[in-house]
């Protein structure tokens, strides 16, 4: 059973930094793809970045420059680091994991606050 769980939300002031943590268990392989997603209160959810296996990044143009987004193959897990927090980055913030084409799982968000 796969599961997907993020981590490292909290409340942080404008300008400050923080980086949020998806770990995938239950797959024995490299997972493929792992994506993160945010939704702010009343709004839907946008996608904002993406990692291969080999380390190819893309990101929404919203978040070139400020978040980047990187992963341990090892342990399956993958991060989100966030500059220059700004309040209209407030939202829970989704971890997506693709194990095999057509075969998708989303964790249960971590919720970022800002200050400002």
């Known amino acids: 059973q796969v599961q997907v769980v993020e981590s490292g939300g909290g409340l942080v002031q404008a300008g400050g930094s923080l980086r949020l943590s998806c770990a995938v268990s239950g797959s024995t392989d490299i997972i493929p793809v792992i994506d993160w997603y945010r939704q702010g209160e009343g709004k839907l959810r946008d996608w904002v970045a993406g990692?291969?296996?080999?380390?190819?990044?893309t990101y929404a143009d919203y978040a070139r420059g400020r978040f980047t987004i990187s992963r341990d193959n090892a342990k399956n897990i993958a991060f989100l680091e966030v500059r220059f927090l700004q309040p209209d980055d407030a939202a829970v913030y989704y971890c997506h994991a693709e194990v095999e084409p057509g075969s998708t799982y989303w964790g249960q968000g971590t919720q970022v606050t800002v200050s400002s």
């Open positions: 990692i291969s296996r080999r380390g190819i990044t």
